[in-house]
């Protein structure tokens, strides 16, 4: 089955503590991205990656690292969590970046900072 | 400026009753795709409908239906005869061509910040 996975689904955690959320795409997708969610802001684009070793920074990029080693994964790192990254995560993948392309999103990483 | 507004924040309605969901979209392109996706309280993102630029024609499915007018960048989502089921959080989104740092043209979907519709039995 095509998909998007993220790992973990809930995570909660304490301020500085280092954590990496993975996300994992089987869909052969080129271009992957991370989005935040808060309430009364939608989702906000944090990072995308075109293709391998190909990373930029989104609208809210602040506090947050990724790479993109393979296609097939782009994992989504906090270094230093503090509790203003407390959010709704969602990875996302499409087959390209044009415009045109529909991008697939995974199930979503509840993630709390104390 | 906001390149997506929803300006409904909050909508509660009776089951049966109709209900439109606002969306207005700000673009200088003339090639972009408007999408709907409907986040149940479970969370995750369902994807509802993708429409480019290109083709206003309104589109139906089943209870659903939308109207797409470039002339006032509307893009707004009717859900006839409402069900609870449909209680839920919709976000209407716009991909546009960006270009980022090093110049190359990418596809970036900019989200609304969302209308929370609740269905009462």
């Known amino acids: 089955e095509a998909q998007v996975t993220q790992n973990p689904r809930y995570l909660i955690t304490v301020t500085g503590k280092k954590l990496t959320v993975t996300c994992s795409q089987n869909?052969?997708?080129?271009?992957m991205s991370w989005y935040r969610q808060d309430p009364g802001l939608g989702l906000r684009q944090i990072y995308y990656s075109m293709n391998v070793e190909v990373t930029d920074k989104g609208d809210v990029p602040e506090g947050y690292k990724v790479s993109r080693k393979e296609k097939r994964n782009f994992p989504l790192i906090l270094e230093s969590p503090s509790p203003n990254q407390t959010s709704l995560y969602f990875c996302a993948s499409s087959l390209g970046s044009d415009v045109a392309y529909e991008q697939y999103f995974g199930p979503g990483t509840r993630l709390t900072v104390t | 400026a906001q390149k997506v507004t929803q300006a409904q924040t909050e909508i509660s309605v009776v089951e049966k009753e109709d209900v439109t969901l606002d969306c207005v979209y700000e673009t200088r392109d003339t090639t972009y795709y408007l999408f709907w996706y409907k986040q149940p309280p479970s969370g995750e993102l369902v994807f509802l409908i993708r429409r480019n630029s290109f083709d206003e024609q309104n589109e139906i499915s089943g209870r659903y239906s939308w109207n797409f007018q470039k002339s006032t960048s509307s893009f707004n989502f009717t859900i006839t005869a409402s069900q609870v089921v449909d209680s839920a959080v919709y976000f209407c989104?716009?991909?546009?061509?960006?270009?980022?740092?090093?110049?190359?043209?990418?596809?970036?979907?900019?989200f609304g910040q969302g209308t929370i519709l609740t269905v009462h039995p």
């Open positions: 989104a716009l991909s546009e061509a960006w270009g980022d740092a090093g110049g190359t043209s990418y596809g970036k979907l900019t």
């Open positions: 869909m052969n997708h080129e271009y």
